[in-house]
């Protein structure tokens, strides 16, 4: 798939860490969650994108409920 911003199909897949901290307006006592989402980068352009697996988005589903 070619990249959204440039069309490149010059992109490049990459592990990565993303602390993520609670929305604003939510408890903000709470432990921020460290993820581990593939990272699809533009090698043209840097445009970015990030999926997360399955097995994390339910730990944001969780934190945006409560």
Known sequence: MPCKKCGSEHQAEYGSEINVHA???NDLDKEA?????????????????FTLSE???????DRARH
């Open 55 to 61: 097995s994390e988005l339910p730990l944001l589903s």
């Open 23 to 25: 929305p604003a307006g």
């Open 33 to 49: 969650l460290l993820l581990f989402p593939k990272l699809l980068v533009c090698l043209k352009c840097g445009f970015t994108e």
